[in-house]
């Protein structure tokens, strides 16, 4: 089946780094595009943006630009999300989200979230 | 930009009929899309396009979209239906937008 495994927990002090991955498995991983989801503790979900499986190029939402990056290794079926300079706002669950199909911009599946708290 | 308004909260009692709605400017002309989501686990579809059903998801939920609203509607409502639900478009000035979320609560 179709599944998303992202990595574990992390917790960083404000301006660090931190890289979340996301592999995808039960499907080919460059046909379908892969979002990344913001939920803010207590919050509801902000689309970041997304990553063009197939070639690489990345698309950010506004307010995601600068220290955010996306990016890919298709050969192990992982996208990546990069998060530079953190800032205690970026106090959040991020989330990997798969395009569905259709060309109607569903996300399904998802993938189970990972927590990056930063604090000094 | 492009704004869905989603009330904070709905509540229904047991086995019966809740239904969540999602407002937008001319929101008909677009696939809405619901996401469920329980405290502590990632969001999962349970309507795309409006009214199609993902498989697995049970035929108490069912979806509307026209006008200015859209609606989400879940039958015959169970304990295990608790959760934020997130309704969700495609609009060309925005990208992707999400609404604010309803909290379902099952009395």
């Known amino acids: ?120 | 930009s492009y704004e869905l308004t989603q009330s904070l909260s709905v509540s229904v009692a047991l086995g019966q009929t809740a239904r969540i709605t999602c407002g937008g400017n001319n929101i008909g002309s677009k696939n809405v899309h619901w996401y469920q989501q329980k405290p502590g686990q990632a969001p999962v579809l349970v309507i795309y396009r409006d009214s199609d059903r993902p498989s697995g998801i049970p035929e108490r939920f069912s979806g509307f979209n026209s006008g200015n609203t859209a609606t989400l509607t879940i039958s015959r409502a169970q304990a295990g239906d608790e959760a934020d639900y997130y309704c969700q478009v495609w609009d060309s000035s925005t990208s992707v937008v999400f609404g604010g979320g309803t909290k379902l609560t099952v009395l």
Do not use: H
């Not at chain 1, 990056?69 to 205690?88: G, P």
């Not at chain 1, 998802?110 to 708290?117: A, D, H």
């Open chain 1, 1 to 120: 089946q179709v599944q998303l495994a992202q990595s574990g927990s992390e917790l960083k002090k404000p301006g660090a780094s931190v890289k979340v991955s996301c592999k995808a498995s039960g499907y080919t991983f460059t046909s379908y595009a892969m979002n990344w989801v913001r939920q803010a503790p207590g919050q509801g979900l902000e689309w970041m943006g997304w990553i063009n499986t197939n070639t690489g190029k990345p698309t950010y939402a506004q307010g995601f630009t600068g220290r955010f990056v996306f990016s890919l290794d298709t050969s192990v079926s992982t996208a990546y999300l990069q998060i530079s300079t953190l800032k205690t706002e970026d106090t959040a669950v991020y989330y990997c989200a798969r395009d569905g199909g259709g060309y109607d911009w569903r996300f399904d599946p998802w993938g189970q979230g990972t927590l990056v708290t930063v604090s000094s």
